[in-house]
């Protein structure tokens, strides 16, 4: 099994300033790795995905890099509906047991 | 518009049973392989099942083999996850979701409360 470790858990940040979010997989996935973002109440929403693109309708200030075991996803200037907790999600292997990470949840400092 | 509904989930007993389905719409349900992903109460997402196109590979997370099942009717649009011998950790809200590697399109989720 890959194991998804997210940092940091809690990330506090002020309207405006950027995040950074990591995911780091246990062994390589290539670049077979999404960003989903959930709000309380909510199904996720798929962000990012091929470790890079943007899913429809995602604004650019949202952007992922990385690949092989380590990941980013960046927000460049937070707005107040990107707080929110981010799940990283490996999709590299078969049989297809793809994991997530355990969330970073971005609040307001 | 694309959309997943789940349905079925409720309160069960330790031990007992209970069916999940979800209906999905807006977009060729056949051409993809589905997904269950579960969620206990204040925890992360956790992968539970995937299915493929014709129902002839299936997958499961190893904490519900023999346990659950998966299955879809693609003349109904419909994907179903059967489960059974039902634990308290078991307990969660369950999404279904198309799967293209990654998750693009999720239900709302059903809440299943497995307790005495």
């Known amino acids: 099994e890959i194991v998804m470790t997210q940092s940091p858990a809690t990330l506090s940040v002020s309207p405006g300033e950027r995040a950074t979010l990591s995911c780091r997989a246990s062994?390589?996935?290539?670049?077979?790795l999404a960003w989903y973002q959930q709000k309380p109440g909510q199904a996720p929403r798929l962000l990012i995905y091929g470790a890079s693109t943007r899913a429809t309708g995602i604004p650019a200030r949202f952007s992922g890099s990385g690949s092989g075991t380590e990941f980013t996803l960046t927000i460049s200037s937070l707005q107040s509906e990107d707080f929110a907790v981010y799940y990283c999600q490996q999709y590299n292997n078969w049989p297809p047991l793809w994991t997530f990470g355990q969330g970073t949840k971005v609040e307001i400092k | 518009e694309v959309q997943l509904v789940e349905s079925g989930g409720g309160l069960v007993q330790p031990g007992g049973s209970l069916r999940l389905s979800c209906a999905a719409s807006?977009?060729?349900?056949?051409?993809?392989?589905m997904s269950w992903v579960r969620q206990a109460p204040g925890k992360g997402l956790e992968w539970v099942a995937n299915?493929?196109?014709?129902?002839?590979?299936?997958y499961y997370v190893d904490s519900v083999k023999g346990r659950f099942t998966i299955s879809r009717d693609n003349a109904k649009n419909s994907l179903y996850l059967q489960m059974n011998s039902l634990r308290a950790e078991d307990t969660a809200v369950y999404y279904c979701?198309?799967?293209?590697?990654?998750?693009?399109?999720w239900g709302q989720g059903t809440l299943v409360t497995v307790s005495s």
């Open positions: 979701a198309r799967n293209s590697g990654s998750y693009q399109v």
């Open positions: 062994q390589s996935v290539s670049s077979n």
């Open positions: 299915i493929k196109q014709d129902g002839s590979e299936k």
């Open positions: 807006g977009f060729t349900f056949s051409s993809y392989w």
